[in-house]
Nanobody, 116 residues
Framework: QVQLVESGGGLVQPGGSLRLSCAVSGSIARFNIMGWYRQAPGKQRELVATITSGGSTNYADSVKGRFTISKDNAKNTVFLEMNSLVPEDTAVYYC??????????WGQGTQVTVSS
């Protein structure tokens, strides 16, 4: 069974940066769309960014200009570069893969805390 494993979370000061990684056990090419979502305490899970198999990207308005999603097909890994972090970015970040048939696979999540 394909697994998605996130890493790279942690504690960072406001204005800082973090790079999240999502390693896929198997070929990333089997997914039509890969994405990052986040869930803050007491809030619903929300879309952060997506990238298609062709490389097209989409971002939530709240992270545009600060976050960048990318992927390395050879390493079967998706990245989320996060810059100019603010306390409101504090959440558990989840990697998501959507198969061509619509089925979805989630990672276990990685905690990002932005605090001074």
């Amino acid at each position: 069974q394909v697994q998605l494993v996130e890493s790279g979370g942690g504690l960072v000061q406001p204005g800082g940066s973090l790079r999240l990684s999502c390693a896929v056990s198997g070929s990333i090419a089997r997914f039509n769309i890969m994405g990052w979502y986040r869930q803050a305490p007491g809030k619903q899970r929300e879309l952060v960014a997506t990238i298609t198999s062709g490389g097209s990207t989409n971002y939530a308005d709240s992270v545009k200009g600060r976050f960048t999603i990318s992927k390395d097909n050879a390493k079967n890994t998706v990245f989320l570069e996060m810059n100019s972090l603010v306390p409101e970015d504090t959440a558990v970040y989840y990697c998501n893969g959507r198969y061509y048939n619509g089925a979805i696979r989630w990672g276990q999540g990685t905690q990002v805390t932005v605090s001074s």
